[in-house]
């Protein structure tokens, strides 16, 4: 950019799909309203509630005194941090057993796990009146009085294939899957408890959000034989749950009501206003940039960075007239990548706004607080060389 009065003026921004990659050079603030209940480290369960004449009550239960909540106004957020006591990122065995989670071996899945976690550790609860049965599935073989968890569909939101599984860790090592939508959804797609209160494994398959519709069914009477076949099949409304999977994805359930979230069915597009190009607040700004620097979603707020002091903006391109060889440098706002391991910063130079960029030489990092810091980086190039020169930050999320 020119040594003048126009440096830091120019902006510009670039989505694309591959990896999701934004460019900008300018910005704008943000104060957080949070639009659903978001639950990120609590035990509470998905309460299914048998009241009689037909009529269930589907809620997500509090446990130790905690209150219960609507699932359409909830939100389960799952850390991309390692499992088990940072979050819920693992790396899947290798092993052919395991393709049911949807990804290959060796790479990242996302898991609500089976065993206690100080982290969301949402189980399986059913109240009612329900009759023994045999129940005749391979996975289950013996009578009890089951209650059946079926998944009719998933809804999802993100950059991934958005598969969605359940299993339990039986004795000896054994694992008993109960749901994978990697193969599809099918009838098999069942969960069934018979104990009023269980915990399985969660699985996901990539970062995003996810809308899991389930619907609950238990026998109310039997027929009295050996062994006891189930009558009076009491089936319950569909129910919806969300989970936001990732850092990105629990930012936006801050923000925007959870049916805001992903489509309405699994075949329908992600609202505009939650989809990573989208402007629903029409400050000029796609969603990714207004993540990637602390700005609102849903607040005009664009701006650009206050210098060593601002807490949201644009990247600011200034003249570093400090040194014997004035260089162009740009100071921006910056997820710390322990708490954002998806997302990619590139600050560049070049000497035209169409080819030739080149990343900066060097940069200083000052840290803000456990998720920001303000990093200024330098170009290679000085102002006494070169008399036009642009800056720009490119952003990438995977």
Same mark, same amino acid.
């Given at each position: 950019?020119? &040594?003048?009065? &126009? ?42 509630? +048998?009241?009689?004449? %037909?009529?269930? #009550? ?29 979050? !819920? ?22 898991i609500i796990p089976q065993n206690? /976690? ?8 059913? %109240? ?11 996975? $289950? ?8 968890? *079926?998944?009719?569909?998933?809804? +999802? ?8 599984? $359940?299993? *339990? ?6 694992? &008993?899957?109960?749901?994978? /939508? ?9 969960? +069934?408890?018979?104990?009023?209160? *269980? ?24 027929? !009295? ?26 930012? &936006? ?36 940039? %207004? +993540? ?6 849903? #607040? ?8 060593? *002091?601002? %807490? ?13 060889q004035p260089r162009l440098v ?27 960029? #080149? ?40």
């Amino acid at each position: 950019m020119r &040594k003048s009065n &126009k440096v830091g003026r120019k902006a510009g921004r670039w989505v694309t799909m591959k990896g999701l990659i934004a460019f900008l050079f300018l910005w704008v603030p943000l104060e957080a309203l949070q639009a659903g209940t978001l639950l990120r480290r609590i035990h509470v369960d998905h309460a299914f509630r +048998y009241q009689g004449k %037909e009529e269930w #009550e589907i809620v997500i239960h509090g446990n130790d005194g905690d209150p219960d909540l609507d699932p359409n106004e909830t939100v389960m957020v799952v850390f991309d941090r390692p499992l088990p006591n940072e979050g !819920g990122r693992a790396r899947r065995p290798a092993s052919e057993q395991w393709d049911f989670l949807g990804v290959e071996g060796n790479e990242d899945v996302w898991i609500i796990p089976q065993n206690f /976690t100080p982290l969301i550790w949402p189980g399986w609860r059913s %109240e009612g009146a329900f009759a023994s049965y045999y129940n005749d599935d391979p996975r $289950m073989g013996f009578s009890a009085p089951f209650v059946g968890i *079926s998944v009719e569909s998933v809804s +999802y939101s993100g950059l991934g294939a958005g598969h969605y599984s $359940m299993w *339990s860790n039986q004795t000896g090592g054994i694992t &008993k899957v109960w749901i994978t /939508t990697a193969d599809g959804i099918s009838e098999d797609d069942v969960y +069934y408890f018979s104990s009023g209160h *269980s915990h399985t494994n969660q699985g996901f398959s990539d970062p995003g959000v996810y809308r899991v519709d389930y619907r609950a069914a238990g026998f109310l009477a039997n027929d !009295g034989g050996d062994p006891p076949v189930g009558t009076r099949l009491a089936t319950s409304q569909l129910q919806s749950f969300y989970y936001a999977v990732g850092t990105y994805a629990e930012w &936006k359930a801050t923000y925007f009501e959870p049916h805001e979230l992903v489509g309405e069915s699994a075949s329908d597009p992600v609202p505009e206003a939650t989809h990573h190009t989208g402007d629903g607040d029409r400050d000029g700004l796609p969603l990714l940039l %207004e +993540y990637a620097f602390n700005l609102s979603p849903v #607040e005009s707020d664009y701006q650009v960075l206050t210098p060593d *002091s601002g %807490e949201g903006g644009l990247p600011l391109v200034r003249l570093d007239e400090s040194s014997a060889q004035p260089r162009l440098v740009i100071e921006y706002l910056r997820r710390r990548a322990e708490g954002t391991p998806r997302l990619s910063y590139f600050p560049e130079f070049s000497s035209t706004l169409d080819s030739g960029w #080149e990343e900066a030489v060097g940069e200083t990092v000052f840290p803000i607080d456990s998720i920001w810091e303000r990093v200024v980086a330098v170009d290679a190039i000085s102002e006494n060389a070169d008399a036009v020169r642009f800056g720009r930050v490119r952003v990438e999320l995977r």
